[in-house]
Structure formats: C-alpha cells, structure tokens
C-alpha cells in the first residue's frame, strides 16, 4: 500500500519562503510522477507542479511559475516543493499526490492520474 505524507507547512509571512516535504512508503518511489496541488477554501483543487519518477520532466502552474520549485530525493523517497516570495493568495491546504507511471521521464496531466494522496498540510500567509 503506497503511503503519502506531507510536512512543512505552517505560518509564513508574505514575501519569505517555504519548503515542503512529501515522504512515500510502500513503493519503489521512482516508479512514481509526484505532484504538489492546493486547495483554498472555497476554490478548487489547483494542480501546482509535478515532477516524474527520474525529476528530469516537470511542470509548473502559471501562479507558481517562477516562485516554486519542485526537486525529489529518490534514495529518501522524499519530494520537495519550494516556494520563494509567498503572497496572502497562497494560504492554502497543500497536497502530494502519487502517480504510478510506466515512464519515469513521464509526467501525468490528469489530477484524475494521481491516486495516491496524502492527509494535506496547511500553509498561512500572512500579510
């Protein structure tokens, strides 16, 4: 059974940075595309930046690009998303989602390819 979990959020103010981190148990991890969403409260789940299996592909959501960068650890099986000049409009529940793929140069674009989530942690900015 694949297991995700995110750390790292919490309180930051507008214009710092922030790192977060997404551990996967029970795979062989780069076998997995890894991607970061958020979901502010009354919005919709937003698809923020993924990475494959080998980090050699990724892709980054427009309000991010720029700002963020994603990186993955394959010997820790650990993904990270950074990041840098955090605005009030980031405050957000984020998510790390798995995504088995047959390529690991492979990076899905359907929300619906990631069936792995993890519980989400809360990052606040404050302004």
């Known amino acids: 059974q694949v297991q995700v979990a995110e750390s790292g959020g919490g309180l930051v103010q507008a214009g710092g940075s922030l790192r977060l981190s997404c551990t996967v148990a029970?795979?062989?991890?780069?076998?997995?595309?890894m991607g970061w969403f958020r979901q502010a409260p009354g919005k919709e789940r937003e698809r923020l930046s993924c990475?494959?299996?080998?980090?050699?592909?990724?892709y980054y959501a427009s309000s991010v690009e720029g700002r963020a960068t994603i990186s993955r650890d394959n010997a820790k099986n650990t993904v990270y998303l950074d990041l840098a000049n955090v605005k009030p409009e980031d405050t957000a529940m984020y998510f790390c989602?798995?995504?088995?793929?047959?390529?690991?140069?492979?990076?899905?674009?359907?929300?619906?390819?990631?069936?792995?989530w993890g519980q989400g942690t809360q990052v606040t900015v404050s302004s």
């Open positions: 989602a798995a995504a088995r793929t047959t390529a690991t140069w492979w990076v899905p674009n359907e929300e619906s390819e990631y069936k792995y």
């Open positions: 029970g795979s062989t991890f780069v076998d997995y595309a």
């Open positions: 990475i494959s299996g080998s980090g050699y592909s990724t």
